[in-house]
């Protein structure tokens, strides 16, 4: 698989037109960010990186549309599971080769002679959900240029995906030349994170152009500043989480509905469930006008978000599930959360 990866990356012509895909969270806008600046070393530079917005972990057809109005030759995609859904892939197939390069559990093989999937499961045995594609496409780009230097855009991916435990020595190396470096790491990946929760695409693309532009991660830090206030609705939904939810002890589950200013489910959920529930599940529901976007998580591993997620979003129109074995998300119709919570419970009464 490296073969077919180095393959693809050194059959890349100056006359191609190079696009880069991501997903929203800040291990998507890290690997993005590491595979434009490696490739930027190799004389090439991409004409079109973006994200697709919130939700979509497959290729969509306004997506496909812009590709092809652009004419885009060559396709990068990175922390997507676009082989869950591979009849967009064969469409773009048409008018462009694509390469995949992801962490999430396989669901299609989508390798053809116009396209190559790297999978982290591929290359390595360790756990598909701590092999984070901040740190896959690192690892990837170090076997044909040295980018060392961007080791710590792919250690603020790693946080983000909660890999610390997996690539502590990793992080601590990257720490290593400043102690405090590993703190400011942690910043970065938050006001990274912050910034989708506040400005949605927009925010990740400023995202993107902030650990873009930086030289160390306190350049981060200070051009991300201003999304520092999002941190205070978090605290107000965590400290309040026994009033806004409710939690089954006899199965372990804590399920709580939400209506925030900023998109702060994942947050909320990824610190209720490594603090307040540790070891047990935490699913955050949270509610727009329309629809209802769902964060699933249970650090402990006994129990498969991705399944769970994928089983309980089943049957819903408009709705989508999957993840990680201790992370998932998905979204479903806002009329349809009622019906959701129930299958959820059910889940746990089996």
Not at 54 to 74: D, R, S, V, Y
Request: positive net charge.
């Amino acid at each position: 698989m490296i073969k077919k990866f180095l393959e693809f990356i050194q059959n890349i012509k100056k006359e191609d037109r190079l696009a880069i895909i991501y997903h929203t969270d800040a291990d998507g806008v890290c690997s993005s960010v590491i595979a434009a600046k490696s490739l930027e070393l190799m004389s090439i530079k991409p004409v079109f990186v973006f994200t697709q917005g919130a939700g979509n972990i497959t290729i969509t057809e306004k997506t496909i549309k812009q590709l092809a109005k652009k004419n885009i030759t060559k396709i990068i995609i990175l922390d997507l599971a676009v082989d869950s859904d591979p009849k967009p892939i064969k469409k773009i197939e048409e008018f462009a080769e694509i390469l995949v390069v992801d962490h999430h559990i396989i669901s299609n093989d989508l390798n053809s002679k116009r396209t190559t999937m790297i999978k982290s499961q591929n290359i390595s045995e360790i756990d598909p959900s701590q092999y984070c594609a901040s740190k896959l496409i690192y690892d990837l780009f170090l076997q044909i240029k040295d980018i060392s230097s961007f080791n710590w855009i792919s250690a603020i991916g790693i946080i983000g995906d909660f890999g610390i435990k997996t690539w502590k020595s990793f992080l601590d190396s990257v720490a290593q030349s400043n102690p405090e470096k590993l703190k400011i790491l942690f910043e970065a990946e938050e006001l990274v994170t912050y910034a989708h929760m506040c400005d949605g695409e927009k925010g990740i693309e400023k995202a993107y152009q902030a650990l873009y532009s930086a030289k160390t991660p306190s350049d981060v830090v200070e051009n991300l500043k201003e999304y520092g206030a999002v941190r205070t609705e978090i605290e107000q939904f965590v400290e309040n989480s026994e009033k806004i939810g409710e939690f089954r002890e006899g199965v372990g589950l804590f399920y709580c509905e939400i209506a925030p200013k900023y998109n702060i489910k994942s947050k909320v959920s990824n610190i209720l469930s490594t603090k307040k529930y540790a070891g047990k599940t935490v699913i955050v529901v949270q509610l727009d006008k329309k629809k209802a976007t769902i964060s699933a998580r249970n650090q402990s591993g006994k129990i498969s978000m991705d399944s769970l997620m994928r089983e309980c979003t089943q049957g819903f129109k408009e709705a989508n599930g999957g993840g990680h074995v201790p992370a998932a998300g998905g979204a479903i119709r806002r009329e349809d959360v009622g019906a959701f919570k129930n299958k959820i419970i059910d889940f746990f009464s089996k």
